[in-house]
C-alpha cells in the first residue's frame, strides 16, 4: 500500500457549500477540517463570516475558526503557516486533514510555498491604509497596475485589504506578488501537497445561494454583531470590517446607508465577490471538478470525491 501524503482540500465561491462536504468527508475518512478563509480566523464575527455552528460542524474537530482577536491582522504567508502547523497536528494523532475554504490567496500560498518577505510591514500597511481612506483607490490601482498587472487584474479596486496588501509587499520587499509566487518555485519553500477538488456552481444558482444565505445571516442578527464588535474595540479600525457586508454595515450605522439598501447592496458586493473567486481559482490547476447542483444529496457528492479519488491513483492507498 502507497501512502500518497496528499491533503484534501475543498475550494469554491462563497456559498457554495464547502463545509458541509467537508464535514460529510471528514466522517467518512475519520478526519478533522482545517478553515482556509481570511475572515473566518476572527472571533465575534461569527454570523458575517459563515463560520459553521456547532451544529453544522457535527461532532467533526475544526481548526483555524474564530480564534484570532478581530483588531490583529494576518497576512497570507502567516496563515499558510498556521494551516500548515493544523495539518501537521491533525495527522500526527492519526487523523485526516481536510482543508476548506475560498481565499485564493492562501491557497495559492499552500500550494506554491510561503515567500519571504510575507510578514506585515505595520508602518507601510497603515500609510497605504489612510492614503485608501483619504483619496480613494484609482491611484493605488494605477501603480499596482504598473508593478504587477498580472496580480492587479485580480484585484478589485473596492477590495481594501487585497490592494492594500499587495502594495505593501511591493513597497517592503522591492518586488511584485507574481514575483514572489515565481520565485518561490526555485526557493523550494514549505508547502502542502494537495488533492484539490473544486465545488463548481451554475452561476444563476449560485447567486441564489448567495441571496438567501445573507437573508439568513440578517434574520440570525449580523447588524448586532457588527454592533457588539464596535462597542467592544471602541477607537480601533478591525480590518476585518473592511471586508464586506460588515463595511456595509458599518455605513449603515454611521447613518450613510438607509436599511432598505442594505440587504441588496451587500448582495450585489458578494456576487462580485464570488465572480472573481471563480476567476481566480479557474487559474488553478485543481485535481478536482464537482459540478454541483441543488438536488445533489451530500452523501452523493462524497462518493462522487471518493470514486475520483481512487480512479485518479488506481485504487492505491490514500492517506496523510
Known amino acids: 500500500m502507497i501512502d500518497l501524503n496528499k491533503v484534501i482540500t475543498i ?74 502547523d493544523a495539518v501537521e497536528e491533525i495527522k500526527s494523532r492519526g487523523k485526516t486533514p481536510i482543508i476548506c475554504g475560498g481565499a485564493g490567496l492562501y491557497y495559492r500560498a499552500l500550494v506554491n510555498g510561503i515567500f519571504v518577505g510575507s510578514k506585515t510591514n505595520q508602518a507601510i500597511r497603515d500609510r497605504l491604509e489612510k492614503e485608501y481612506d483619504d483619496n480613494g483607490p484609482d491611484a493605488m490601482m494605477d501603480r499596482l497596475n504598473a508593478a504587477d498587472p498580472e496580480y492587479a487584474a485580480l484585484v478589485h479596486p473596492n477590495n481594501k485589504k487585497r490592494l492594500v496588501r499587495a502594495l505593501e509587499i511591493v513597497e517592503s520587499t522591492g518586488r511584485s506578488p507574481s514575483d514572489h509566487f515565481e520565485s518561490q518555485k526555485e526557493l523550494k519553500p514549505p508547502k502542502l501537497d494537495l488533492f484539490s477538488i473544486y465545488l463548481d456552481w451554475d452561476r444563476a444558482i449560485l447567486r441564489e445561494r448567495i441571496a438567501k444565505r445573507t437573508a439568513i445571516m440578517f434574520a440570525d442578527g ?40 442594505l440587504e441588496e447592496d451587500i448582495v450585489i458586493k458578494t456576487r462580485q465577490f464570488a465572480k472573481r473567486q471563480i476567476q481566480w481559482f479557474r487559474k488553478e490547476d485543481v485535481d478536482m471538478t464537482i459540478q454541483m447542483s441543488s438536488d445533489q444529496a451530500i452523501a452523493d457528492i462524497v462518493q462522487k470525491i471518493m470514486k475520483g479519488i481512487s480512479k485518479k491513483y488506481k485504487g492505491k492507498s490514500f492517506t496523510t
Open 11 to 84: 475550494i469554491g465561491p462563497t456559498a457554495s457549500g464547502k463545509t458541509s462536504i467537508a464535514v460529510a468527508l471528514a466522517k467518512s475518512l475519520d478526519g478533522e477540517v482545517v478553515g482556509l478563509d481570511s475572515r473566518q480566523i476572527y472571533a465575534g464575527m461569527s454570523i458575517g463570516t459563515a463560520q459553521p455552528s456547532l451544529e453544522e460542524q457535527s461532532g467533526v474537530p475544526h481548526h483555524l475558526f474564530g480564534i484570532k482577536p478581530p483588531n490583529e491582522t494576518v497576512a497570507a504567508g502567516a496563515y499558510a503557516a498556521l494551516v500548515m
Open 222 to 261: 449580523w447588524i448586532d454583531e457588527v454592533k457588539s464588535l464596535l462597542a467592544a474595540y471602541p477607537n480601533e479600525h478591525l480590518h476585518p470590517l473592511d471586508s464586506i457586508g460588515y463595511r456595509q454595515i458599518v455605513s449603515h450605522l454611521n447613518g450613510e446607508l438607509s436599511l432598505e439598501a
